[in-house]
């Protein structure tokens, strides 16, 4: 496969997570910043925007301008625009691989995002842009060969769940005081239901990082992420070694998925916002391995301003 086509791929699959990740993430914080008339406006706002890798403005900041950066200001490289139009334009490069239903999927999505939201429609837009990454991952998971081509889709996909994942988790320790329910934030990742089933009872701190973190079977779970970025990375370069991984890609993989099996997950949540913040560097250094391995041509990528 050609390292262009590979490379938008690898990027489509990552800007729809992104865009339905981001979607999440702003859902849950304007949520709790209308639950608790105490929280310190600026502050929170700060913290998500620490939480999200973009710079805060100098003056006080509040709801309003975290919806304009984060929404739908379509340059700022952080923004569900900005994901959303990158996706399709990722698409129009591959446009001899990917399939005609899923490029009127993005494109319809691209040219419908709203450039303003207000009051009412905040969180229906949120909600119709997860309905259209829904329907995205529809048409793929429906139409699409399981050859190379998806495998690199899926690849990038699970990278950004990894991130988006880490990232929501570290939203609960948005303020000092206090942060989103573990309930807001099961419900938020669309894991409030099988979580219920699977501890059968209502959500605890403890049981409810765990399920999101270490869960094998929950396909939003940093690990399930993980292992299937694991297995893609394996499809797509098989390795013949005897002995460990040559692979840096496989090693940054494996490395951070041990030290989250292996530690107590009363130690993770003790630590949980540099623990989060451990998981994304990871999940750069791989993405930046991938960029070596199969697109070495391209610019140097980084959450912030990266152009895939």
Same mark, same amino acid.
């Given at each position: 496969m050609l390292s262009r086509i590979a490379e938008s791929l690898f990027w489509i699959g990552r800007y729809l997570e992104r865009a339905d990740g981001t979607a999440r993430i702003l859902d849950v914080h304007l949520q709790l910043l209308l639950e608790d008339p105490w929280i310190d406006e600026d502050v929170a706002c700060r913290s998500l925007?620490?939480?999200?890798?973009?710079?805060?403005? @100098?003056?006080?900041?509040?709801?309003?301008? !975290?919806?304009?950066?984060?929404?739908?200001?379509v340059e700022h490289p952080s923004s569900l625009a900005f994901s959303i139009r990158a996706a399709r334009e990722n698409a129009r490069r591959a446009r001899e691989i990917v399939s005609s239903e899923l490029w009127e999927v993005l494109n319809t999505t691209s040219r419908r995002m709203p450039r303003r939201l207000h009051?009412?429609?905040?969180?229906?837009t949120f909600t119709w842009v997860r309905e259209r990454c829904a329907l995205a991952y529809g048409v793929l998971e429906s139409t699409a060969a399981r050859d190379e081509a998806w495998q690199f889709l899926a690849l990038g996909r699970a990278i950004e769940r990894t991130d988006m =994942?880490?990232?929501?988790?570290?939203?609960?320790?948005?303020?000092?005081? %206090? +942060?989103?329910?573990?309930? =807001?934030?099961?419900?938020?990742?669309?894991?409030?239901?099988?979580?219920?089933?699977?501890?059968?009872?209502?959500?605890?701190?403890?049981?409810?990082?765990?399920?999101?973190?270490?869960?094998?079977?929950? /396909?939003?779970?940093?690990?399930?992420? !993980?292992?299937?970025?694991?297995?893609?990375?394996?499809? !797509? @370069?098989?390795?013949?070694?005897?002995?460990?991984?040559? %692979?840096?890609?496989?090693?940054?993989? +494996?490395?951070? &998925?041990?030290?989250?099996?292996?530690?107590? !997950?009363?130690?993770?949540?003790?630590?949980?916002?540099?623990?989060?913040?451990?998981?994304?560097?990871?999940? &750069?250094?791989?993405?930046?391995?991938?960029?070596?391995?199969?697109? /070495? =041509?391209?610019?140097?990528?980084?959450?912030?301003?990266?152009?895939?």
């Open positions: 925007l620490a939480v999200m890798g973009a710079p805060a403005p @100098d003056r006080a900041t509040n709801r309003e301008d !975290i919806v304009g950066m984060l929404a739908t200001e009051g009412a429609n905040t969180h229906q =994942t880490a990232r929501l988790l570290a939203t609960r320790s948005l303020t000092s005081d %206090s +942060g989103p329910s573990w309930t =807001t934030i099961l419900r938020s990742c669309g894991a409030y239901e099988p979580y219920l089933r699977t501890y059968q009872g209502a959500p605890r701190p403890l049981a409810a990082a765990e399920f999101l973190l270490l869960d094998r079977l929950f /396909p939003r779970s940093i690990i399930y992420s !993980i292992a299937e970025a694991e297995s893609c990375m394996r499809a !797509i @370069d098989p390795g013949t070694e005897r002995t460990g991984y040559t %692979s840096a890609i496989l090693r940054a993989l +494996g490395r951070i &998925r041990n030290e989250l099996e292996y530690t107590q !997950i009363a130690e993770i949540v003790d630590d949980l916002p540099a623990r989060m913040e451990h998981v994304q560097a990871v999940a &750069r250094e791989a993405s930046e391995a991938i960029r070596q391995r199969f697109f /070495p =041509t391209q610019a140097e990528p980084s959450w912030i301003g990266e152009i895939g």
